[in-house]
Each structure stands twice: as structure tokens, then as C-alpha cells.
């Protein structure tokens, strides 16, 4: 098993920026991609980014490209989400996610771990 603690998140003016954090642990050499999907009531749970754990690709949702950050801390055991330039648009509650080698990075039913959630808003 493989246990995922989020942290980070909260309310930010357009504009603004945010860190998002995920802990992992257990079973954790077992997961290749790591990511982060966002979800608003009555949506699916979107992509948002990935990163490969072993050799750091990222790969990004067109609709954050060039705004959000993806990065890894191996020896702690983390992932991070940097959010710039946030818009109303990306108010959502934050997922992140842990998932092996098999089945694409930006699909979510891909995902075997999950963390709790935490929610962003972003006001106008």
C-alpha cells in the first residue's frame, strides 16, 4: 500500500500563486507516475499533471501549461504543484495521485492511490 498526505491549498486572488505538497509513503517503489487532478461538483476529476518519479519527466494539461510547475523531492519523498498565475478557473479540490507503470498518465481510473484532497479557491 502506498499512502498519500496532502498539504497545502487554501484562498487565493486571481492572480496569486500556491503550493500544493504530496507525502508518500509505504509501498512507495512501486509507483512510477505521480500526479495531480483537480475536481468541482458535478465534473469528472481532471488532469492536471504528472511526473515520472525515476527520471523526472513532467507532462502538463494544456490548460495550465506554462502556469503550473510539477517537481519531486526523491529523498523526501514528495511531490510539489506550484500554481501561478491562478485564475477563478482553477478553483477546484486538488487529488493528488500515485499510480505504476501500466495505463496512461493522464487518465485518473490509471490511479491506485489517492490523497485525501484539499481545496483551492480562487477569487476574483
Known amino acids: 500500500q502506498v499512502q498519500l498526505v496532502e498539504s497545502g491549498g487554501g484562498l487565493v486572488q486571481a492572480g496569486g500563486s500556491l503550493r500544493l505538497a504530496c507525502a508518500a509513503s509505504g509501498r512507495t517503489f512501486s509507483t512510477y507516475f505521480r500526479g495531480w487532478f483537480r475536481q468541482v461538483p458535478g465534473k469528472e476529476r481532471e488532469f492536471v499533471a504528472a511526473?515520472?518519479?525515476?527520471?523526472?519527466?513532467?507532462f502538463y494539461a494544456d490548460s495550465v501549461k506554462g502556469r503550473f510547475t510539477i517537481s519531486r523531492d526523491n529523498a523526501k519523498n514528495t511531490f510539489y504543484l506550484q500554481m501561478n498565475s491562478l485564475n477563478p478557473e482553477d478553483t477546484a479540490v486538488y487529488y493528488c495521485?500515485?499510480?505504476?507503470?501500466?495505463?496512461?498518465?493522464?487518465?485518473?481510473?490509471?490511479?491506485?492511490?489517492w490523497g485525501q484532497g484539499t481545496q483551492v479557491t480562487v477569487s476574483s
Open positions: 495521485a500515485a499510480k505504476g507503470l501500466s495505463g496512461s498518465y493522464y487518465q485518473s481510473e490509471n490511479y491506485g492511490y
Open positions: 511526473i515520472s518519479w525515476r527520471g523526472g519527466s513532467t
